[in-house]
């Protein structure tokens, strides 16, 4: 857009040596200046803002992830412990172990969305 702003400018200026009569309706090479200046301040400031924003939504979900992570590792270090094996428990037992299991991997799923 740049090149385009340098081309007209030069080319309003290059009339107006020539003497040439703009109509009512030319819109000055300042005019546009002007509001391509202000809508890059507007960019700047939305880019700035995302920049920002960024940086805390990096942060929320890098310890959004560590959290997810300790809880898995404890749920992992439960299940090995826990876990029914063979002739270790009665069948009731186990079944009791691996519902309870279920039902916390349920809610870490839920958690995760």
Not at 59 to 73: A, P, Q, V
């Amino acid at each position: 857009w740049e090149e385009q702003l340098k081309a007209y400018c030069t080319g309003q200026e290059l009339l107006r040596r020539q003497r040439y009569s703009f109509p009512k309706e030319w819109l000055d090479y300042i005019t546009i200046e002007a509001e391509w200046n202000s809508f890059k301040q507007i960019l700047q400031r939305k880019y700035d803002n995302i920049q920002t924003e960024l940086v805390s939504l990096q942060t929320k979900i890098t310890t959004e992830g560590n959290l997810l992570d300790e809880k898995l590792e404890e749920f992992y270090k439960d299940w090995n412990k826990d876990k029914p094996l063979a002739g270790a428990n009665s069948c009731k037992g186990a079944i009791e172990t691996l519902k309870i299991f279920e039902g916390r991997l349920r809610r870490l799923k839920e958690e995760v969305g």
